[in-house]
């Protein structure tokens, strides 16, 4: 959801989302949300279950109507996002079918074909603080250039070159982002086990990690 909310702010669509989701009506096992998504700060098992439950169709709602520019990354947020959450639930079966790990992997497939949608917002602290640190020394680099040739250049002149400056320092840091982010952490190739433990020890549900006094 971390990643689904930084695309969400990106794309200026957090009202939306908000708005669906307290727009979901009521059915059973399922209450009606009394706070926007973001008001929420404490999220327990229950909580999320049922999140996976609708997440697909409230976040389908908040990116309709896209502009040109948003088409295709709204497409793939969309599949990336159905694709996990076919896999979750399917996970949870009680009882598998010879095919359901087969559809376990399809869908894990579509995952990681679309994944990288989200990779500039899935960016750690470590590189925040990186890119941070780099816009800076370049913010320096770059003003100390000026005072050198500050009495050359024209009003029209500078103005120019501190837009061409914004510029480069942004796509700096845009590169150094896309370079730095990955998936490549145990919570992403944890899912790759899980089609295989289903064909070995049969439905996830009959085990547990909880010690019982």
């Given at each position: 959801m971390e990643w689904v909310e930084g695309f969400l702010k990106k794309h200026k669509r957090q009202h939306a989302f908000d708005d669906a989701?307290?727009?979901?009506?009521?059915?059973?096992?399922?209450?009606v949300q009394q706070k926007a998504f973001r008001e929420i700060t404490q999220w327990q098992g229950k909580k999320m279950?049922?999140?996976?439950?609708?997440?697909?169709?409230?976040?389908?709602?908040?990116?309709?109507?896209?502009d040109s520019s948003q088409d295709q990354d709204f497409t793939s947020a969309l599949r990336c996002v159905?694709?996990?959450?076919?896999?979750?639930?399917?996970?949870?079966?009680?009882?598998h079918t010879p095919d359901t790990p087969?559809?376990?992997?399809?869908?894990?497939?579509?995952?990681?074909?679309?994944?990288?949608?989200?990779?500039?917002?899935?960016?750690?602290?470590?590189?925040?603080?990186?890119?941070?640190?780099?816009?800076?020394?370049?913010?320096?680099?770059?003003?100390?250039?000026?005072?050198?040739?500050?009495?050359q250049r024209t009003f029209g002149n500078r103005r120019r070159l501190?837009?061409?400056?914004?510029?480069?320092?942004?796509?700096?840091?845009?590169?150094?982002?896309?370079?730095?982010?990955?998936?490549?952490?145990?919570k992403i190739d944890y899912l790759t086990h899980f089609a295989s433990h289903v064909r070995r020890f049969g439905s996830i549900s009959m085990y547990s990690t909880e010690i019982e006094n």
């Open positions: 989701w307290q727009e979901i009506p009521p059915y059973p096992g399922f209450s279950s049922k999140l996976g439950h609708c997440i697909s169709a409230v976040l389908a709602s908040a990116l309709q109507n896209p159905g694709a996990l959450v076919d896999f979750t639930l399917m996970a949870q079966y009680r009882s087969s559809y376990m992997e399809s869908y894990l497939q579509i995952f990681h074909r679309t994944k990288d949608i989200f990779l500039e917002v899935c960016t750690s602290k470590a590189t925040c603080a990186q890119a941070n640190r780099q816009n800076l020394e370049l913010r320096e680099l770059m003003a100390d250039q000026h005072t050198k040739e500050v009495h501190a837009d061409q400056e914004r510029v480069e320092r942004s796509d700096r840091r845009a590169d150094l982002i896309w370079r730095e982010n990955h998936f490549n952490f145990i």
